[in-house]
T-cell receptor
Framework: NAGVMQNPRHLVRRRGQEARLRCSPMKGHSHVYWYRQLPEEGLKFMVYLQKENIIDESGMPKERFSAEFPKEGPSILRIQQVVRGDSAAYFC???????????????FGPGTRLTVT | KNQVEQSPQSLIILEGKNCTLQCNYTVSPFSNLRWYKQDTGRGPVSLTIMTFSENTKSNGRYTATLDADTKQSSLHITASQLSDSASYICVVSDQGSGTYKYIFGTGTRLKVLA
């Protein structure tokens, strides 16, 4: 039973290029979350998506960043015109379902390490 | 501002010894608290989860405690092994903004030496 898959594991982009990070949730999971981990910092929530819907993008920068989770295929985190400050590890997590008043579990992928040169 | 602070930042112990990691949080209203283990280059893996009504939770050699009054938690590792070398992260869910929005501490880096 495969866990959360992320690819690529490592991505190098020059300033101004676009970065596309992919996340395949665990089988049966329809909720996806993206987190960013800057060097020497904790993971920070970016966005929460369900299939074809963005539920909460309050942690995502307003410009250059976008996320989607289409009906078919993986979730994509897209960063346009990358800058050096975007260099970080980006983690995706998935969960089975969300109940606001209960404890559910998010399962994390191995992350994509983005380096902007 | 909701925060999760951990101490120490790093810790070195000998194999077989015990250790205790600390977590203080200011998240309110509090939903639940988790401890994760993160190996280098990997994603976090859940060790324990506690709601505000639970005081202690064990998972093998890992025992987590929670004092919701003082907003403190600890993770005790017994009889450490080399494979315990990792970052241990305290994560709190904020019930006010949605239990899915995890708030991560910066972690304690544990190194177990032979």
């Amino acid at each position: 039973n495969a866990g959360v898959m992320q690819n690529p594991r490592h991505l190098v982009r020059r300033r101004g290029q676009e970065a596309r990070l992919r996340c395949s949730p665990m089988k049966g999971h329809s909720h996806v979350y993206w987190y960013r981990q800057l060097p020497e910092e904790g993971l920070k929530f970016m966005v929460y998506l369900q299939k074809e819907n963005i539920i909460d993008e309050s942690g995502m920068p307003k410009e250059r960043f976008s996320a989607e989770f289409p009906k078919e295929g993986p979730s994509i985190l897209r960063i346009q015109q990358v800058v050096r400050g975007d260099s970080a590890a980006y983690f995706c997590a998935s969960s089975l379902l969300l109940r606001r008043d209960s404890s559910y579990e998010q399962y994390f992928g191995p992350g994509t390490r983005l380096t902007v040169t | 501002k909701n925060q999760v602070e951990q101490s120490p930042q790093s810790l070195i112990i000998l194999e077989g010894k015990n250790c205790t990691l600390q977590c203080n949080y200011t998240v309110s209203p509090f939903s639940n608290l988790r401890w994760y283990k993160q190996d280098t280059g990997r994603g976090p893996v859940s060790l324990t989860i506690m709601t505000f009504s639970e005081n202690t939770k064990s998972n093998g050699r890992y025992t987590a405690t929670l004092d919701a009054d003082t907003k403190q938690s600890s993770l005790h590792i017994t009889a450490s092994q080399l494979s315990d070398s990792a970052s241990y992260i305290c994560v709190v869910s904020d019930q006010g903004s949605g239990t899915y929005k995890y708030i991560f501490g910066t972690g304690t880096r544990l190194k177990v030496l032979a």
